[in-house]
C-alpha cells in the first residue's frame, strides 16, 4: 500500500512539473475583431443653395464626396460651378466657372463600434478656369466739379476675358456626424493658398469659383461648406483591435 502511494505521487509531481513547463501570462491580451463598413459617401454642399436663393448677384452648386482607404484615412473631392456680379466703386464685373479640388481627410475621432464619425484634418489640390465678364465701369476723376455726385462715364458695353484659371492649395478642417443611418451633415473651414493663376493684362482676377476673394496684397482666401451626404457601403473589412491589460502588481512593487 506505501508503495503505491509513493508511485502515485511520483506520477502526480511529474503531471504538475510538466503543466508548469509553459510559462504563464501574467499580462494576457485580449483581441477583438470586428468588421467595418467601407465605401463612398456622396453629398452637396448646403451653403451655396442657400447662398444663390437669398443673393441675386450669386449662383453656385458643389458635389462633395469621399472614400474610405483605412480606418482613419479617406480619399476626398468637391466638384462646383459658381457665377458672381460683383459691384465695385468704378466697375461692375461677373465671374463664372468651374473648379475641382482633390485630396486627403484625416481622421482625429476615436469612434465608438459600429460608428463613422470623423473629426479631420486634410489637403486639397484645387484647380478652376473661369471667365470675367466687365459689364461696366466709370473712370477715376478728381475734378468733380462738373459731377459732383458720380465718377465720368466710361462704356456700358460688356467686355468679356476667357480663358483664365488659377491652381491652389487648401488646408482643411472639419467634421462630419452622423445623423441617421448613412446620412451625414459635415461642415469645414478651409485656407487656400494661390499657387499660380492666368489672368488677362486688361482686367485682373478679383474672385475666382471655388476660392473665393482675391487681393493684391495676398495669395491666401478662406471658404466654408455645410454638406449633407450619404454613404453607400460596398463591402466589409475586417479591423483587429488589441486591448492591453496593464499588470498593476509590477507597478507596485517597483515602488
Do not use: H
Request: charged share 20%.
Amino acid at each position: 500500500m506505501l508503495r503505491f502511494f509513493i508511485n502515485l505521487f511520483f506520477l502526480f509531481s511529474i503531471c504538475l512539473a510538466f503543466g508548469q513547463s509553459k510559462p504563464i501570462d501574467l499580462n494576457p491580451k485580449d483581441s477583438v475583431v470586428y468588421k467595418q463598413s467601407y465605401g463612398i459617401r456622396v453629398g452637396v454642399d448646403l451653403s451655396r443653395p442657400i447662398m444663390s436663393f437669398l443673393d441675386d448677384n450669386y449662383t453656385g452648386f458643389e458635389i462633395v464626396a469621399d472614400y474610405r482607404l483605412n480606418q482613419n484615412l479617406y480619399v476626398a473631392a468637391e466638384l462646383g460651378n459658381e457665377d458672381k456680379t460683383k459691384q465695385e466703386d468704378l466697375f461692375n464685373f461677373t465671374t463664372s466657372g468651374s473648379y475641382i479640388k482633390v485630396g486627403v481627410n484625416k481622421n482625429t475621432y476615436a469612434n465608438w463600434y459600429g460608428e463613422q464619425n470623423l473629426i479631420y484634418l486634410g489637403g486639397r489640390l484645387a484647380f478652376s478656369t473661369f471667365e470675367n465678364t466687365l459689364n461696366n465701369y466709370q473712370y477715376f476723376n478728381t475734378n468733380r466739379y462738373w459731377n459732383p455726385n458720380n465718377f465720368a462715364a466710361g462704356s456700358e458695353i460688356p467686355e468679356k476675358f476667357s480663358g483664365l484659371s488659377a491652381t491652389w492649395l487648401e488646408a482643411v478642417f472639419g467634421t462630419k456626424v452622423e445623423l441617421f443611418s448613412n446620412i451625414y451633415m459635415g461642415a469645414s473651414i478651409r485656407l487656400g493658398l494661390i499657387l499660380s493663376q492666368k489672368e488677362d493684362d486688361r482686367f485682373p482676377n478679383l474672385w475666382i469659383p471655388g476660392f473665393n476673394k482675391v487681393t493684391n496684397d495676398s495669395r491666401f482666401g478662406v471658404g466654408y461648406n455645410y454638406s449633407i451626404s450619404y454613404f453607400l457601403p460596398l463591402y466589409k473589412k475586417k479591423n483587429k483591435v488589441k486591448k492591453k491589460i496593464e499588470e498593476s502588481e509590477s507597478k507596485n512593487e517597483k515602488l
